[in-house]
């Protein structure tokens, strides 16, 4: 039987299906077993930060394999510990996505010292390595665009004023406070 020469680009090309059908296969196994949990302050449809937070969660749900639990009007007390609690426990979330400011210290930190094999992410930049290694945060940087934006209503407005509507002076919002008005 004769294979004849294979061409570098059919090599490549059968190297990278069998790498993409490996990872998917494990990827697929890693994730029955996720639950993920999504906790707002507020209402998930607020048209603002829970609702693009609970688009994430819709689909993620989309996923297969992965469930999703979600809490909604949960305040910044220790009642988002108790709703943590309860999705780790009943629900049996390993990963954790405590979305407000307010979650973070002491709440979120508090539980991830208490479950070392969870995951916690926070929205807001405010790890540090001195908190726990299961904690995480993330945040999207967006002063560029503010930045942008702020000139383009410069040049458009009529009465020479600029307005800016923040939720609380944090240093992601000041930021881009800056970045508009600059």
């Not at 570098?8 to 029955?32: D, F, H, P, Y």
């Not at 407005?157 to 881009?176: C, D, E, H, Y």
Request: hydrophobic content about 40%; some cysteine; aromatic content about 10%.
């Amino acid at each position: 039987m004769d294979f004849g020469r294979i061409s570098r680009r059919r090599l490549l090309q059968g190297s990278a299906a069998l790498t993409l059908g490996s990872a998917l296969s494990v990827r697929r196994a890693a994730a029955a077993d996720t639950t993920i949990g999504f906790i707002y302050v507020g209402s998930r449809d607020d048209y603002g930060y829970n609702q693009a937070h609970a688009q994430g969660a819709a689909a993620l749900k989309k996923l297969p394999g992965l469930k999703v639990v979600e809490e909604e009007k949960v305040p910044e007390t220790d009642a988002v510990e108790k709703t943590m609690e309860s999705m780790i426990n009943l629900d049996g979330a390993t990963l954790l996505f405590p979305t407000s400011f307010g979650y973070y210290n002491p709440h979120m930190l508090k539980m991830a010292a208490k479950y070392p094999k969870l995951t916690f992410e926070h929205c807001g930049g405010l790890w540090t390595d001195k908190d726990p290694k299961n904690a995480g945060s993330y945040f999207g940087y967006i002063d560029e665009a503010q930045y942008i934006s702020g000139i383009v209503a410069g040049y458009s407005t009529k009465s020479g004023k600029l307005g800016f509507v923040a939720a609380k002076p944090i240093p992601q919002v000041l930021r881009n406070i800056n970045a508009f008005t600059l």
